[in-house]
């Protein structure tokens, strides 16, 4: 059975970093595309950092330079990490599990979330 559990979420000041933790069970993450998502209050979806089994990223443009994907085949688990944490990055962050090692297929499986809170 798939599961995704996010962890490292939390509070931080203007400027600060967090790194979040995606722990995968039930398949291995270098074989698919895994993806980080968030969703701020009142906000759809944005789509943070993408990575492919062949290393290739996308990324949202108002990260570039400030996060990075990175992934722990041994540990099976994906990182994101977010340096320079503005208050427009509070959200929800939700790490996605590809159904293919393509990013551009439909993602099956997501994770609970973890709250980031960017404020003085």
């Known amino acids: 059975e798939v599961h995704l559990v996010e962890s490292g979420g939390g509070l931080v000041q203007p400027g600060g970093s967090l790194r979040l933790s995606c722990a995968a069970s039930g398949f291995t993450v270098s074989s698919y595309a895994m993806a980080w998502v968030r969703q701020a209050p009142g906000k759809g979806l944005e789509w943070v950092f993408i990575i492919n089994s062949q290393d290739s990223k996308t990324y949202l443009d108002s990260v570039k330079g400030r996060f990075t994907i990175s992934r722990d085949n041994a540990k099976n688990t994906v990182y994101l990490q977010m340096n320079s944490l503005n208050p427009e990055d509070t959200a929800v962050y939700y790490c996605?599990?590809?159904?293919?090692?393509?990013?551009?297929?439909?993602?099956?499986?997501w994770g609970q979330g973890t709250q980031v809170t960017v404020s003085p």
């Open positions: 996605a599990k590809s159904g293919s090692r393509w990013m551009n297929s439909e993602y099956d499986y």
